[in-house]
T-cell receptor, first 109, second 118 residues
Framework: AQRVTQPEKLLSVFKGAPVELKCNYS??????LFWYVQYSRQRLQLLLR??SRESIKGFTADLNKGETSFHLKKPFAQEEDSAMYYC???????????FGKGTRLSVIA | GAVVSQHPSWVICKSGTSVKIECRSL??????MFWYRQFPKQSLMLMAT?????????EQGVEKDKFLINHASLTLSTLTVTSAHPEDSSFYIC??????????????FGEGSRLTVL
């Protein structure tokens, strides 16, 4: 069964501090992993995906198949990073996303 | 990126009435759309997969007679909450994939529709 676990409901950090949002997954095949972000009163939007291996807004995430993790990291948090972050998984093709429960990141000035 | 639009964004209805929510892919064709439900401060739960020209596939525990899904064209899927009750109050979100290629696998989300049943 596909499952995504985000152990932290809320993460508070000071501005300029490093951030790591944890995500572990359970999947028998080769999954596609994503991070989505939802800013206040806005729709879900893609932050990054493991296939593209790019950095968006200073965030990076590395897929670790051995640890079945896809943690989201940023070296220096900014106030505008405060939002809800969802880790998600899908199998290849036209299939739905399975979401974790989300982590609310609060960056304190 | 591709745009998915939902309408209405907010609806209030009386208990026992039916409400229709539309989901449109504005600049691409979507053979498959997905409907999610999000309770306050909780994650998105997949309700059903909507396939153009065929019956929707519902997740376990989701009543197909309660949540009617119609995907009549490549750009429109509708979710009708029939005989709504207060416990159906929720945030309903649709998403669609642009298909394969460079953006293959990426889902684009609508802005969501908040349903409040009195």
């Amino acid at each position: 069964a596909q499952r995504v676990t985000q152990p932290e409901k809320l993460l508070s950090v000071f501005k300029g501090a490093p951030v790591e949002l944890k995500c572990n997954y359970s999947y028998s095949g080769s999954p596609e992993l994503f991070w989505y972000v939802q800013y206040s009163r806005q729709r879900l939007q893609l932050l990054l995906r493991h296939i593209s291996r790019e950095s968006i807004k200073g965030f990076t995430a590395d897929l670790n198949k051995g640890e079945t993790s896809f943690h989201l990291k940023k070296p220096f948090a900014q106030e505008e990073d405060s939002a809800m972050y969802y880790c998600a998984l899908k199998s290849k093709g036209n299939t739905p996303l399975v979401f974790g429960k989300g982590t609310r990141l609060s960056v304190i000035a | 990126g591709a745009v998915v639009s939902q309408h209405p964004s907010w609806v209030i209805c009386k208990s026992g009435t039916s409400v229709k929510i539309e989901c449109r892919s504005l600049d691409f064709q979507a053979t498959t759309m997905f409907w999610y439900r999000q309770f306050p401060k909780q994650s998105l739960m997949l309700m059903a997969t909507s396939n153009e020209g065929s019956k929707a596939t519902y997740e376990q525990g989701v009543e197909k007679d309660k949540f009617l899904i119609n995907h009549a064209s490549l750009t429109l899927s509708t979710l009708t909450v029939t005989s709504a009750h207060p416990e159906d109050s929720s945030f309903y979100i649709c998403s669609a994939s642009q298909g394969q290629g460079a953006l293959g696998g990426e889902l684009f989300f609508g802005e969501g529709s908040r349903l409040t049943v009195l």
